[in-house]
């Protein structure tokens, strides 16, 4: 096993690194995402270690560390990531087949002050970091974030586009709906003239009759002068009162007609306004939020099941 308090001058002769290494023979523990494996470190700094074992670890993961070293009252945890990862030569007296390099993520300050005044005292001279941060993570931490801007620029660029298109996607459904209450307005128009169309055909036929009336009441004016006898005019009066009769009460049917048809017009407006005609798009929370009644209500009158859907053109009752 390797001297972990090794000769400090010939440290100094390697080519020196942000954080040292001391070369080590520890027993540790390495628990990954994937299992627990047993190794040992190689060599250790304050950034982090060189660590050998019977498993290829994925580079990227986080992986906790247990670090037995002899002659210290506890075992050494840190957490870290792993930065490299590549197979060992096989030999006769190799132990494991895999190494792997990793940077210490989370470690205490007590381990940290340990390994610079225990493994390697040369470190105390420029130990300054309250963290462990190492030379080689860095380019690749600046790289791994750089990789994520043209995914932000892209997100940024897109967040406009994709605005517009939710708002014309919106107005169309706006559109769509005042075409279908607009429509539906002009239907009830329409109705409402045929239905007066109707009432102006049966005016025509009374005004005739009125006008034959008055022929018919003038030439009896004209013709009293000349009659011959009370007889031949009170004929004439009763045949009159007859058609005068007749006249009244084709004038009480129409005036009749006319009530009736009023009242169904009354009736049908009632209606419309107690019912809801159902558009192309519609559902039971926009119908009940438009007509000030709740989902439940406009279901139960008008009999619409839990799995029952509602289509366009039906008519449901909102009182």
């Excluded at 990954?32 to 950034?47: D, E, M, V």
């Excluded at 050998?52 to 993961?61: A, N, P, R």
């Excluded at 997100?155 to 539906?184: G, H, M, T």
């Amino acid at each position: 096993m390797a001297n972990p308090l090794a000769d400090a001058t010939d440290r100094r002769t390697q080519s020196r690194r942000k954080h040292p290494r001391a070369p080590v023979e520890w027993p540790v523990t390495i628990i990954s995402a994937t299992g627990s494996y047993q190794g040992k470190a190689a060599n250790i700094s304050r950034g982090g270690a060189l660590v050998q074992l019977s498993h290829e670890l994925t580079v990227g993961d986080i992986v906790r560390l247990a670090f037995e070293v002899p002659d210290y009252h506890d075992v050494i945890v840190a957490k870290g990531e792993i930065l490299r990862s590549f197979p060992l030569k096989r030999g006769d007296e190799q132990e494991f087949s895999h190494s792997a390099a990793l940077q210490f993520t989370e470690i205490s300050e007590e381990n940290l002050k340990y390994f610079t005044g225990n493994i390697a005292p040369e470190w105390k001279a420029d130990y300054t970091d309250t963290i462990p941060i190492t030379n080689d993570i860095a380019p690749q931490n600046s790289i791994k974030h750089t990789s994520y801007v043209p995914w932000i620029l892209v997100i940024i660029l897109l967040a406009p586009l994709c605005y517009l298109v939710y708002n014309s996607v919106q107005r169309k459904f706006d559109d769509e709906n005042l075409i279908s209450e607009i429509e539906s307005k002009l239907l009830m128009i329409e109705e409402q003239i045929n239905s007066l169309q109707n009432s102006m055909n049966m005016l025509i036929p009374l005004e005739e009759q009125l006008n034959d009336l008055q022929v018919e009441l003038s030439n009896i004016n004209n013709k009293l002068p000349d009659a011959g006898s009370l007889k031949t005019m009170s004929q004439q009066i009763t045949s009159q009162n007859h058609q005068i009769q007749n006249i009244n009460e084709k004038i009480k049917h129409i005036n009749e007609v006319n009530l009736k048809i009023s009242k169904n017009n009354q009736q049908d407006k009632d209606e419309e306004k107690e019912q809801y005609i159902v558009q192309k798009g519609d559902n039971l929370f926009q119908i009940s939020s438009q007509n000030k009644i709740t989902i439940q209500e406009l279901k139960e009158i008008n009999d619409i099941g839990p799995d029952e859907a509602i289509f366009p053109g039906q008519k449901l009752k909102l009182k």
